[in-house]
Nanobody
Framework: QVQLVESGGGLVQAGGSLSLSCAAS????????MGWFRQAPGKEREFVAA????????SYTNSVMGRFTISRNNAKNTVVLQMNNLKPEDTAVYSC????????????WGQGTQVTVSS
């Protein structure tokens, strides 16, 4: 089992920055690809960013490319989503998820942290 806990959410003005952290316990994250997802009120959950187990490859949804950066520290069992130049449309609950390397679905999810961007 992997337990994931997000932190770092909050209220920020448009153009500001936030850094979300995902801390894992129960197992080392070094064998898991990690992803960040978000869900805005009334909308479906959407993919934001992902990073492979080694950190060697990252991917982003188009709307955050160039503004968000995902990184990981396997020694500290953490994954970070640095969000810059935030926009009101980035407002959502952000959740991290773990995908066992070599599998096709995310197996473990955190509870999420609220990010609110005011205009």
């Amino acid at each position: 089992q992997v337990q994931l806990v997000e932190s770092g959410g909050g209220l920020v003005q448009a153009g500001g920055s936030l850094s979300l952290s995902c801390a894992a316990s129960g197992r080392t994250l070094s064998m898991y690809n990690m992803g960040w997802f978000r869900q805005a009120p009334g909308k479906e959950r959407e993919f934001v960013a992902a990073i492979t187990w080694s950190g060697g490859s990252t991917s982003y949804t188009n709307s955050v490319m160039g503004r968000f950066t995902i990184s990981r520290n396997n020694a500290k069992n953490t994954v970070v989503l640095q969000m810059n130049n935030l926009k009101p449309e980035d407002t959502a609950v952000y959740s991290c998820a773990a995908q066992r390397a070599g599998t096709s679905s995310y197996n473990y999810w955190g509870q999420g942290t609220q990010v609110t961007v005011s205009s």
